[in-house]
Nanobody, 125 residues
Framework: QLQLAESGGGLVQPGGSLRLSCAAS????????IGWFRQAPGKEREGVSC????????NYADSVKGRFTSSRDNAKNTVYLQMNSLKPEDTAVYYC??????????????????WGKGTLVTVSS
């Protein structure tokens, strides 16, 4: 069974950091680009970041550029989202998603093949 599982969410104060993980089971991530998405209460899901299958290409939404960093360890079949300088407006459920494509960074919801169930990030004092 092909699955993605996010972890690492939680409650953090403004200015703090969290690292989210996205672990794959049932398939290898070597051939998949990964996108990170988030959905805040009452808002539509938005793309946050993406990373290509090799990790050489990344992209970020303007709202997180300079604060978030995507990386991956294909040997561990895991992708990471390092989130620094967190703001209350970063509060959301964060999802990772995979698309079978090599060499491209994809951050469009409709293009993704597999989704995790999400992890909640709350930024509050």
């Amino acid at each position: 069974q092909l699955q993605l599982a996010e972890s690492g969410g939680g409650l953090v104060q403004p200015g703090g950091s969290l690292r989210l993980s996205c672990a794959a089971s049932g398939f290898t991530l070597d051939y998949y680009g990964i996108g990170w998405f988030r959905q805040a209460p009452g808002k539509e899901r938005e793309g946050v970041s993406c990373i290509s299958s090799s990790g050489r290409s990344t992209n970020y939404a303007d709202s997180v550029k300079g604060r978030f960093t995507s990386s991956r360890d294909n040997a561990k079949n895991t992708v990471y989202l390092q989130m620094n300088s967190l703001k209350p407006e970063d509060t959301a459920v964060y999802y990772c998603a995979a698309v079978r494509v090599r060499g491209m960074c994809v951050m469009a919801s409709n293009d993704m093949d597999y989704w995790g169930k999400g992890t909640l990030v709350t930024v509050s004092s």
